[in-house]
């Protein structure tokens, strides 16, 4: 009974470290705020250890990760990281880690540069590396980087893979490709057509579906004010999505004029998936919707939380009625 009674301590002790460990790798690819990783489940070993062995698994799992060589987080992001796991390992007061130290000094004297990669782990396993900007608004765009209705409107799609399968999507305002890179590799469509309109955008689009081997997909300049019915038929979309794409009136114009010339051209499913920052402007996108004549109505129920985000934002996601 007793021994019984240990084993099932010990397995219990290692699915907790297993969890732990791959929450700080998930946390760190993403470049998650230092704030939400599992700090308290790091400290609580190393005052029952006095031992920096986890902080040698962590490493491993982490800056000295495969995947953090050939796609690392910023710089700076590495540094701060690496020097929040000394200043916990010496309140610990356990002995000095070397290899912590030795990957500390490769990062502190590198200049930091205005482009960075993300990594954002799947439930198979397999990572969507994206090459994004540091700063959230860059060359006049706010699509250099990945936003929170992006990563929803992939974990919604993950459990939702009907939707996708077999079928030709279009995604609209694309961004640096997160939610379309995560269809393609999980949901299996016939064919999926990443869309922007902003020069730069396209141009790190094009790259990080290159990068992810999805050269199969296609990556079209779409300018929302200026899309023909013939390109569209020529797409001949059996779903249609987007995320943030609701964050300027003017842009919202423009989106729901080209949202009517698709439901005329076809008859696609239309899911549009948003952060609600301002009230008053996406009311007003739902009025235009209403006035060219577009019901709609909310999806609900929740998503598996698949990746690191902040979840205290609100994000609707709705589905075009026609």
Known sequence: MEHSEQTQTSASKTVTETDG??????????????????????????????????????????????????????????????????????????????????????????????????SYFLPSGDAVSLLENVALISEGTTGLVTWEAALYLAEWALDHRQAFTGRTILELGSGVGLTGITICRSCSPNRYVFSDGHPRVLQKLRDNVRLNGLSEHSVEEMDWTTATEEHIRQIGADTVIAADVVYDPDVAESLVKLLSKILRCLSPEVFICSTIRNQETYGGFKQRLEKAGIGHHVMTGPVSHVFPYNRVSAIEMIKLDR
């Open 21 to 118: 460990l791959r929450d700080f790798q998930v946390s760190f690819f993403a470049m998650s705020r230092l704030v939400s990783f599992p700090w308290t489940f790091l400290e609580k070993d190393l005052e029952r250890n006095k031992s920096s062995n986890l902080i040698s698994d962590i490493l491993k799992q982490t800056c000295l990760h495969s995947l953090c060589r050939k796609f690392p987080p910023s710089f700076r992001y590495r540094k701060l990281f690496l020097s929040e796991l000394i200043r916990r390992q010496e309140a610990a007061g356990c002995d000095p880690l070397d290899e912590l130290y030795d990957v500390l000094a490769e990062v502190v004297g590198a200049e930091d540069t205005a482009e960075c990669y993300k």
